[in-house]
Each structure stands twice: as C-alpha cells, then as structure tokens.
C-alpha cells in the first residue's frame, strides 16, 4: 500500500528507524555452510505452517504458488527476498529457478551473510531463542541476546525424560540424581550462573505447543510424587502437576533476576492456548513480568483486556505482523489504546532465517506505519507525538524492557 501522500514523511521517517526485535531462532553458522536455495529458505520459514513446502519439485512449487501466494507469511517472505537479493518481480514459477540460483550464489560466496544482513537491514538487536541450546547466542553476542528456554525443566521429573528438540535433560544439565528440590536448586543454579555471565535477557516458555497454558498453583504433593516415575509410566496428570511446580518456580526466579518472562500465547495447540488461561498466574506473581507473546492471535483482545488489567502484563505483536498482518493493525492499536505503560509494546520477527526476518520487518513497520497515521488522521496523536511512538515501537521499547 502507497501511504496517503500527507502522511508519506512518517512512513519514511520509520524505513530509517533502527529495529529491536524481542524473539528470533536463527540458525547457527553451520546450518548456512550447507547449500542455501530458495527451496530451503522457504522449508525453514514460516510459510511451512501453511502446509505447503518445497521438496525440490515443479509440482510442489506449483502447488505452493497457487496456495498461498497472498497469505501472510508467503508475502513478507517473498518481500525479504525481493529486498535482500535484489529481485524486482515477486515468485513465479518462471523465475524460481534464477531467483534461487541467485540465493545459492550469495550465500556460497558470503559465509557470514545470514547474520551480517540483519544488521544491515536494520536490526540493532535480536532477542534469540535457541530452543535446542538454551542461553545460545549463535557466536554473535553483538546482535543476538539470549532468551532463556526454561520448558526443558519441565520435563525433568525423571533422567531417562526427554524434552521436545531431542532434550535429555538431566545429561543435558548435568543433573544426576535427588530429590525434587535438588532438581530445582540445580535448575536455578544454572540459570543464574548464566544470568551473572549477561547470557539471560529473558526467560522464555513455548509450552502452548504441549499443553494448555492454565499453570495450576503449587501442588508440591502431587509433583513430588511425579518426581522419579518413568516417562513410560507417568500419567498426562502427573506430568501437568510437574510442569505446573517448574513453571511456578521460574515466575519466581524471573522475579528474582528482574527479567521478563516471555510466554507464548494464542495458536501452538488452539485448545489451551488463549490468553485468559494465564490470568491465574498473573495475577499470583505480580512481581513477574509476563510479555505476552503473539498478541495471543487470533485472541488479541483478551492480551489487550490482561494489559488493561494487570501491570505485570506487557503485550508483544511478535510473529503476528506475519502471521495475520490486519490482526496485527487491529491489537496494536487496542494495546496503545489499554496499556498501562506505552513503553513496553514490543515486536520480534521470530524466524529463523534472514530473508523472512527482513521481511517480517518491513511487515512491522507497515503496521507500525499504517496505526500511526491513522491516529493522527483521526486527531488523536500530532504528527510529533507519531513520530516519538514510532521511535518507542521501532527499538526504543526493547531497549528499556530488555535493557540491552
Ligand atoms: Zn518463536
């Protein structure tokens, strides 16, 4: 969309801002020293949630194509690598091949380029969630800050449980044996030790994706009698009770560290992941700062009623300018409209290469771009007063939640 020629300064003065994205995967180095095509960017993006993928076939390129072209993901992504590589026309079949051979060459030629072109589009500083690493920073602490994924723990009721990404977590850990308040004073051992070393920006947890999201108080009878039993034998119950102890001990510890607590809400499995499942948690760890991931799409209003509500709730659009870019227009405007501090509504591209990153940007700052004018047709904000929230969404409000 051509912003309406008035406001066209805002949208420009928002292409130059620097970026801070507060949740990224990006793949280490040595994922990149292997052939990159356009069929392995797309297989390692989100346009794989539309089911369509790329196994080196016409007939698969084909059928993407004749998909989901205009969907969310497919567009940004295809943006990014217009953006990065230079390429005018959007993806054809016709073109594919030369727009892949194009990514191949770049790549082969620039080992580093996966990481340096973040920068160069933009980015100052990415919050990096290494989930098969938890605290990794990829080799690059001059972009990439550590989250911390804390979902491993909750897996640890036992030395032969293993943990989604192939997690042993007692190996993994160093955890040989004890009871179960060991186990958590070896758990916060090891994040604090990373926390002291600046490797802990942020705790992070995805468990949306395994269960519902409604972490019940202690019940610290029923997770002791979980500790110890096999993952053959422990029940769906046992586990949940487990999981509900770690979680609960990790809102404290994120209290205790005055780290923000990142949750994934909305999507992962639909059932279980709606915002309102957390409202429990929120409100019996009031010292705990809960950034409340993805907006919680497709339920953005219930993040925007949290945030009205609670001041331990900071509402982040991460993913969801890709994911459903007028969903991603609508809750920012609730989240500037209900937040009780405008100084902590974040964004991160949450991807894992830099095509899709690049373009999950340009999706940000057309969301950006489109709610701020849109306010200021509306008289509510002065072009002034635009241009100081830009600055706040674009990087300023990373820097001041992550203090990086
Ligand atoms: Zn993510």
């Known amino acids: 969309?051509?912003?309406?020629?008035?406001?066209?300064?805002?949208?420009?003065?928002?292409?130059?801002?620097?970026?801070?994205?507060?949740?990224?995967?990006?793949?280490?180095?040595?994922?990149?020293?292997?052939?990159?095509?356009?069929?392995?960017?797309?297989?390692?993006?989100?346009?794989?949630?539309?089911?369509?993928?790329?196994?080196?076939?016409?007939?698969?390129?084909?059928?993407?194509?004749?998909?989901?072209?205009?969907?969310?993901?497919?567009?940004?992504?295809?943006?990014?690598?217009?953006?990065?590589?230079?390429?005018?026309?959007?993806?054809?079949?016709?073109?594919?091949?030369?727009?892949?051979?194009?990514?191949?060459?770049?790549?082969?030629?620039?080992?580093?380029?996966?990481?340096?072109?973040?920068?160069?589009?933009?980015?100052?500083?990415?919050?990096?969630?290494?989930?098969?690493?938890?605290?990794?920073?990829?080799?690059?602490?001059?972009?990439?800050?550590?989250?911390?994924?804390?979902?491993?723990?909750?897996?640890?009721?036992?030395?032969?449980?293993?943990?989604?990404?192939?997690?042993?977590?007692?190996?993994?850990?160093?955890?040989?044996?004890?009871?179960?308040?060991?186990?958590?004073?070896?758990?916060?051992?090891?994040?604090?030790?990373?926390?002291?070393?600046?490797?802990?920006?942020?705790?992070?947890?995805?468990?949306?994706?395994?269960?519902?999201?409604?972490?019940?108080?202690?019940?610290?009878?029923?997770?002791e009698a979980a500790f110890g039993l096999s993952p053959k034998t422990i029940s769906h119950e046992q586990f949940i009770a487990f999981g509900n102890y770690i979680f609960n001990r990790c809102c404290e510890l994120a209290a205790e560290l005055d780290v923000p607590f990142q949750v994934h809400t909305g999507l992962g499995q639909l059932a279980g992941s709606a915002p309102m499942n957390l409202e429990a948690t929120i409100a019996r760890h009031p010292k705990t700062r809960f950034v409340l991931f993805h907006a919680g799409f497709p339920w953005t209003h219930q993040v925007a009623g949290l945030a009205h509500n609670y001041r331990n709730v900071l509402p982040s659009l991460t993913w969801t300018a890709t994911t459903c870019t007028s969903a991603a227009v609508r809750a920012l405007h609730d989240f500037i409209d209900v937040g009780t501090s405008i100084n902590e509504i974040t964004w991160g591209s949450d991807c894992w290469v830099a095509e899709e990153s690049v373009g999950a940007m340009l999706a940000w700052r057309f969301v950006v771009g489109k709610v701020l004018t849109e306010r200021i047709a509306d008289g509510l904000i002065s072009p002034r007063q635009g241009e100081d929230l830009a600055r706040k969404l674009m990087y300023e409000n990373g820097r001041y939640v992550y203090r990086c």
């Open 1 to 223: 969309m051509q912003p309406k020629q008035e406001f066209k300064p805002l949208c420009e003065y928002i292409a130059a801002l620097p970026v801070f994205s507060d949740h990224e995967h990006h793949l280490s180095d040595e994922f990149f020293t292997h052939p990159v095509t356009l069929d392995v960017l797309i297989n390692s993006s989100c346009v794989r949630w539309t089911g369509f993928g790329c196994d080196g076939s016409v007939e698969a390129r084909r059928a993407l194509l004749a998909n989901v072209r205009y969907n969310s993901y497919f567009v940004w992504f295809q943006k990014g690598v217009q953006q990065l590589h230079g390429i005018e026309e959007p993806i054809c079949l016709d073109n594919w091949g030369a727009v892949s051979a194009k990514i191949a060459h770049r790549y082969a030629t620039d080992p580093q380029f996966h990481w340096r072109s973040l920068k160069e589009a933009g980015y100052e500083r990415m919050i990096l969630d290494t989930y098969w690493d938890p605290g990794g920073d990829d080799g690059h602490p001059d972009l990439f800050v550590p989250t911390f994924r804390i979902d491993k723990f909750m897996y640890g009721f036992h030395g032969e449980s293993v943990a989604p990404d192939d997690f042993a977590v007692w190996a993994r850990y160093g955890f040989e044996g004890g009871s179960m308040d060991e186990f958590v004073e070896n758990m916060r051992g090891i994040i604090r030790e990373r926390f002291e070393q600046g490797k802990v920006a942020a705790f992070k947890c995805a468990e949306a994706y395994n269960r519902h999201i409604n972490f019940q108080p202690d019940d610290k009878d029923a997770a």
